[in-house]
């Protein structure tokens, strides 16, 4: 799995992930486990949808 989440995209997905489990925990429903889903993304900097559309966030490494 090739990285195709950038830094600014993590952060997003992760702030993202508190603020759905935290409206599931507050409303007391099941729809809060979708939370695991963007932060799962932005953990392992790899997202299988961007692959299908052919997006990719993160910068190029510099060559040495």
Same mark, same amino acid.
């Given at each position: 799995?090739?990285?195709? @989440?950038?830094?600014?995209?993590? @952060?997003?997905?992760? !702030?993202?992930?508190?603020? !759905?489990?935290? &409206?599931? !925990?507050?409303?007391? #429903?099941?729809?809060? &486990?979708?939370?695991?889903?963007?932060?799962? $993304?932005? &953990? !392992? #900097?790899?997202?299988? @949808?961007?692959?299908?559309?052919?997006?990719?966030?993160? $910068?190029?490494? #510099?060559?040495?």
């Amino acid at each position: 799995m090739k990285c195709n @989440v950038g830094k600014t995209d993590k @952060v997003v997905r992760m !702030i993202l992930a508190l603020v !759905i489990g935290a &409206l599931g !925990i507050y409303f007391k #429903s099941w729809w809060g &486990l979708l939370a695991v889903l963007p932060l799962f $993304t932005g &953990l !392992i #900097s790899f997202c299988p @949808v961007y692959t299908i559309l052919g997006l990719n966030t993160c $910068t190029p490494k #510099s060559v040495q």
